[in-house]
Nanobody
């Protein structure tokens, strides 16, 4: 069983920055692909970014490319999402997710992830 706990959300003005963290339990964290997703009110949960087990492969949604950076520290069982140049449309609950299946395919699909955190709210004011 894997438990994921997000932190770092909050209220920020447009153009500001936030760094989200996701702490994972479990001895095999370093073998998981990790992803960040977000869900705005009335909308479907959407892909934001993902990283393979080593952190050497990353993929981003077009809407955040160049502004968000996903990274991981396997020694600390933690994955991060650095967000800069935030926009009001980035407002959402952000979730981290873990995928135990090995491989790089489907990292953008929420159905591929086995475990989810409880989410952290990010609000960007204009």
């Amino acid at each position: 069983q894997v438990q994921l706990v997000e932190s770092g959300g909050g209220l920020v003005q447009a153009g500001g920055s936030l760094r989200l963290s996701c702490a994972a339990s479990g001895p095999t964290f370093s073998t998981y692909a990790m992803g960040w997703f977000r869900q705005a009110p009335g909308k479907e949960r959407e892909f934001v970014a993902a990283t393979a087990w080593s952190g050497g492969y990353t993929v981003y949604a077009d809407s955040v490319k160049g502004r968000f950076t996903i990274s991981r520290d396997n020694a600390k069982n933690t994955v991060y999402l650095q967000m800069v140049s935030l926009k009001p449309e980035d407002t959402a609950v952000y979730y981290c997710a873990a995928r135990t299946v090995v491989g790089l395919y489907g990292l953008e699909s929420k159905s591929e992830y086995n475990y989810w955190g409880q989410g952290t709210q990010v609000t960007v004011s204009s």
